[in-house]
């Protein structure tokens, strides 16, 4: 099973049910994410591995091949056997092999906890170093919000009534080389978009 979404499939503004941890293994990228977290109901911020929380679903800030060799994807193909061939193969079945950066795809770990995985691509290719001024978070982090937002399983359930909760690691913060403060200010626009309608009610 795999769920895919972007831009013209996705709703915006469903009330935000889920809980969304902000997962930093160093102190610039923890400082950021408290930024974030102040003031935004259901965010929250754990320093440590993102594989620490029992959530329903963990990000994967991949490439658009779906390759997880570095990083944090590497841990979740150690720690997920097979996660990496579900990534591949819903990329090719649902996206020519190549999933854009600003798109997310959700794919099952093969494990209890977290039963699922959210990839959404920050770089076209395995490596690559993001410019300074990249929106790359940006896009990955609303592409992940509106899958969960909007999409729907094949059984036609919504996501976000079996993905509850989140855990998020810096998107592009690492191999991408992004700075934290420009990835949590992303992620914050990110969050504020997709909620907007429910923030101004």
Known sequence: MCVTAD????????????RLVLCALDEPLAAA????????????????????N????????????????????AAYANAFPDVEQQVRSAV??????????????LVPTGSRVPAWLIS????RAPGE????????????????????SGAVLDNGTPV????????LPGLGTGVGGAAPELCAKQVA???????????SR
């Open 7 to 18: 831009s013209e499939r996705s709703r915006h503004g469903a009330e935000p049910e889920l």
């Open 33 to 52: 994410w408290n930024e974030v977290a102040d003031g935004r109901d259901g965010v929250s911020v754990h320093h440590g591995s993102v594989l620490d």
């Open 54 to 73: 029992r959530v329903d679903a963990v990000v994967s800030p991949a490439n658009s091949y779906g390759w997880m060799r570095g990083g944090v994807d």
């Open 92 to 105: 090719l079945a649902y996206h020519g092999g190549e999933l854009p950066v600003g798109e997310a795809l």
């Open 120 to 123: 959404a691509p920050t770089m």
């Open 129 to 148: 170093k993001l410019p300074a001024d990249t929106v790359h978070p940006y896009l990955a982090a609303r592409a992940m919000l509106r899958l969960w």
């Open 160 to 167: 976000r009534q079996v993905v509850r909760s989140i855990a």
């Open 189 to 199: 626009a990110a969050w504020d978009e997709v909620f907007a309608r429910a923030h």
